[in-house]
């Protein structure tokens, strides 16, 4: 029995990555065109895009939370349809982001993963959003009942990305932003926006099959 249970581990987190990659299939991303690809970095122009996003407090894992069940609650009805029913479920798509709340940009590049980090004048203020399926419009769109929540439509723009699997720790993320600022400075290319982190995948999703990205908008 011993020696089957390492089998039997390796079959579950086999079907439990099956099960991961067909529900991330599943899910609608963002629309881009890659410009250029470089091993894990790539240039990407995105299609203009509607977020609802919150502003949450706490470190990178507390605010994540706090941001994903604030958004989660209005897609999943907490909002004022447009149509005869009181509320409306919003498809999830992919990825969550995060990003500081405090810097002046207001541009947000992605929308599917989850986008932190730290900033100067609150280091523990961060602003998640989810993308908005794309059949919806700014009139379109439920209202959310939650005043934390706001509806805003992101303009098309170009986006530097570093592409990466495993954990998304704070010292990962501090690592895989300095090796994209490397890129982007041997590419040429300037920076206009706030620096992102995209998480694509479910809690349970094992390390080697997730997808995370840091997200940098470029002039």
């Known amino acids: 029995m011993k020696k089957l249970l390492p089998l039997l581990t390796v ?27 470089d091993g894990d970095f790539e240039l990407r122009e995105y299609a203009s895009m509607i977020v609802a996003e919150t502003t949450v407090s706490g470190s990178l894992d507390e605010a994540s939370g706090r941001g994903f069940r604030v958004i989660a609650d209005y897609i999943f009805g907490n909002n ?36 932190m980090a ?21 009139a379109s769109l439920p209202a959310p009942k939650n005043p934390a929540v706001k509806l805003r439509e992101v303009a098309a723009q170009r986006v530097a990305v570093n592409r990466f699997s495993g954990f998304s720790g704070e010292q990962k993320v501090t690592d895989k932003t300095a090796q994209l600022n490397e890129w982007m400075a041997r590419s040429n290319l300037s920076p ?28």
């Not at 009181?86 to 940009?105: F, G, R, Y």
Request: aromatic letters at 4%; proline letters at 11%.
């Open 192 to 219: 206009s926006g706030k620096v992102q982190l995209a998480r694509y995948n479910m809690p349970l999703t094992p390390p080697p099959l997730r997808r995370n990205e840091i997200l940098i908008p470029v002039q």
């Open 11 to 37: 079959g579950a987190m086999s079907l439990t990555g099956c099960a991961t990659i067909d529900a991330v299939a599943n899910i609608e991303e963002p629309a881009y065109k890659v410009i250029k690809q």
């Open 118 to 138: 730290a900033g100067d004048a609150a280091p523990n203020t961060w602003r998640m959003h989810f993308v908005m399926p794309n059949k919806y419009t700014m």
């Open 80 to 115: 004022i349809a447009n149509g005869a029913s009181p509320n409306e479920k919003i498809a999830m798509t992919a990825p969550v982001t995060m990003t500081t709340a405090n810097q002046p940009s207001e541009k947000i590049a992605m929308t599917a993963p989850v986008t």
